[in-house]
């Protein structure tokens, strides 16, 4: 029996472990920690890459969403519309800024419904923070005319959306900017919690720059309140070396996907996520592979028992379910049915052919095919 793990964290640093020790000895005789040239580099070639202006390396990923709804004046009194499908972390943010999460559904894709946002505009709504998830755009022209129509801003969450772009365009670039998480594994991925912010609005870059020092400037003055939430400089160099390749992960992933397209797309018992070449104004990454699936549960066990990992995203819990924090728990309807059928197969770049031939023949195996 082949093992397959859901994720291979190991490799992570296997796949390069002499380049990055030279990281890791580098910065530390260098006692390059906080702050330093490494962050720089690091930012202007993130921001670069998304095709922004600018960009702040911040903490985690969680830290980016906060900071940068603080930065656009979000606060008490405001509604802030976001997809109850995503990490409780969007959500929360919303929250601690003092304004109120208002959850949306989402569509076939898994992405956020421009049609249930539009419902749930009201006089107190303030932003739309969609969740460029599983490394794939929202329809951001659908958004984006949303926002025009009733004078709204959006900031993205594109924890998972390195990369990924719509309609030519990259995270971040359609309106406040986007956040972003380099948790390990992430598309992109750190050796530990780090995350970032990328914008082209001026206002935005300085503001975010300030809340995560403490609120000082460049001349050390104390000019807001700020936090706390420096992207460490040895974290960003080893994020910086990982971004020089970074095109060459994102074309593995896509392969990945074609690949279980060719050998799941004719299952009528699966709806796999959209495949690289279906939609053109679509560029997907792939940060993971989330298919509807019948008898889930029975298909999890049965992949487990093969020795194949899974995952039901976010625990099988989307954000409006929690009513013990306060969410009514119904009233998104291809929500509630998707989270019945969801479920996350190996996607990452050190799974080989043979690897991903044992996960297809597994799941047809299952359905009788």
Avoid at 1 to 9: E, I, L, S
Avoid at 25 to 52: H, M, P, W
Avoid at 176 to 192: D, V
Avoid at 279 to 307: C, H, M, S, T, W
């Amino acid at each position: 029996m082949r093992n397959v793990p859901f994720f291979n964290y190991p490799y992570l640093f296997k796949s390069r472990e002499a380049d990055f020790q030279g990281i890791f000895t580098d910065v530390g005789r260098r006692g390059a920690y906080i702050l330093q040239k490494d962050l720089s580099e690091f930012e202007q070639n993130l921001a670069k890459f998304t095709g922004n202006r600018y960009a702040v390396g911040v903490a985690n990923g969680t830290d980016a969403i906060w900071l940068a709804l603080m930065a656009a004046g979000i606060g008490k009194g405001d509604e802030v519309i976001f997809p109850s499908h995503t990490y409780i972390a969007t959500a929360a943010a919303i929250h601690f800024v003092g304004a109120t999460p208002v959850p949306a559904d989402c569509r076939n894709d898994h992405m956020i419904d421009p049609e249930s946002v539009k419902k749930l505009v009201t006089k107190r709504t303030k932003a739309i923070l969609p969740t460029q998830l599983n490394g794939r755009c929202c329809d951001m022209d659908a958004l984006m005319g949303i926002a025009r129509e009733y004078n709204l801003m959006i900031i993205e969450d594109a924890a998972q959306g390195l990369g990924a772009k719509f309609g030519g365009k990259g995270i971040g670039t359609f309106d406040k900017g986007a956040t972003i998480s380099f948790y390990p594994a992430k598309n992109l991925g750190s050796f530990g919690d780090a995350g970032g912010f990328v914008t082209s609005d001026k206002d935005m870059y300085e503001q975010v720059l300030l809340l995560r020092d403490h609120g000082r400037n460049d001349d050390g003055l104390f000019v807001r309140w700020g936090f706390n939430s420096r992207l460490d400089n040895l974290q960003a160099a080893i994020l910086n070396y990982k971004l020089s390749y970074y095109e060459e992960e994102i074309e593995k992933r896509r392969n990945i996907a074609s690949f279980y397209q060719e050998h799941l797309g004719d299952l009528e018992e699966l709806l796999l996520p959209p495949s690289p070449e279906s939609d053109e104004r679509y560029f997907d990454v792939y940060q993971n592979y989330e298919i509807e699936a019948e008898r889930r549960d029975e298909l999890k066990v049965f992949l487990k028992e093969n020795g194949i990992g899974s995952l039901i995203q976010w625990n099988g819990q989307p954000v409006h379910s929690l009513t013990s924090l306060g969410f009514t728990g119904n009233g998104l309807p291809y929500t509630e049915a998707m989270f019945r059928k969801c479920l996350m197969i190996p996607m990452n770049t050190s799974l080989q052919t043979e690897d991903l031939d044992y996960v297809c023949t597994a799941i047809r195996r299952f359905y009788g095919k």
